[in-house]
């Protein structure tokens, strides 16, 4: 099992920037892929990003394709995701969320077994 915790989340100005981390506790975190969901208030759970095991392959929904960066530190068990060019329709609780085996797609919350209980991030216009 893995449990994850983000941190990172606030207010910022449209135009700025943010930097969330998911810190991860377990012995075997390389052995997860790790996708960053949005939720906005009376939305759907919506996808952001992902990292594969290695880091190498990364997936990006195309709404912050260019603006976003995901990153992972399997050293240090975290994965990060550097988010620039902040607009207010990106304002959301981040959850971060692990899958060990990839069953279904990539994109779909319902594929990752683990997760995070979010962190906030408001864009002011």
């Known amino acids: 099992q893995v449990q994850l915790v983000e941190s990172g989340g606030g207010l910022v100005q449209a135009g700025g920037s943010l930097r969330l981390s998911c810190a991860a506790s377990?012995?075997?975190?390389?052995?997860?892929?790790i996708a960053w969901f949005r939720q906005a208030p009376g939305k759907e759970r919506e996808f952001v990003a992902a990292s594969s095991w290695s880091g190498g392959d990364t997936y990006y929904a195309d709404s912050v394709k260019g603006r976003f960066t995901i990153s992972r530190d399997n050293a240090e068990k975290a994965v990060y995701l550097q988010m620039n060019s902040l607009k207010p329709e990106d304002t959301a609780v981040y959850y971060c969320?692990?899958?060990?085996?990839?069953?279904?797609?990539?994109?779909?919350?319902?594929?990752?077994?683990?997760w995070g209980r979010g962190t906030q991030v408001t864009v002011s216009s």
């Open positions: 969320a692990a899958s060990s085996v990839l069953a279904g797609s990539t994109y779909s919350h319902s594929t990752y077994d683990y």
């Open positions: 377990g012995r075997t975190f390389s052995s997860y892929f």
